[in-house]
């Protein structure tokens, strides 16, 4: 299981503490310092089911120095994740990669109760 966050912050520190006190293992990645590719990217967006702006740190400073609430909807799908892939603080964390099974941001009642 692939834990992608950011140290600082709280949502990402709550899922850690989360992930700790059911005893899940997990490879821990800080988004800003290893940014997820966009071939990696493009492959948990599919298998996530989620809609392309879901993966965007839409609270972020950068997102909205980019003004990117109103760039998005007219970028394709390949430009939006070309661009998520160049700077870890534009995407949503945390996320959690689990086989074919993506998570992105902390919800308790979608997180795995089980590590299977």
């Known amino acids: 299981m692939l834990f992608v966050q950011y140290p600082k912050c709280f949502t990402c ?15 821990d990645r800080h988004i800003a310092e290893d940014n997820p590719s966009y071939d990696e990217l493009k492959q948990w967006y599919e ?8 993966f965007f740190n839409t609270s972020g400073v950068l ?5 990117l609430k109103d760039r998005l909807p007219a970028m394709s799908e390949e430009e ?3 661009l998520l892939a160049t700077n870890g ?5 945390p996320i959690l990669v689990d086989g074919d099974r993506v998570l992105v ?12």
């Open 63 to 67: 997102y909205k120095e980019m003004q």
């Open 13 to 27: 520190q709550k899922a850690r503490k989360w992930l700790e006190a059911h005893k899940i293992t997990y490879t």
């Open 89 to 93: 603080m534009l995407v949503k964390r």
């Open 80 to 82: 939006q994740l070309r």
């Open 47 to 54: 298998k996530s089911g989620l809609p392309l702006k879901r």
């Open 105 to 116: 941001g902390f919800k308790e009642a979608e997180w795995p109760n089980d590590p299977a």
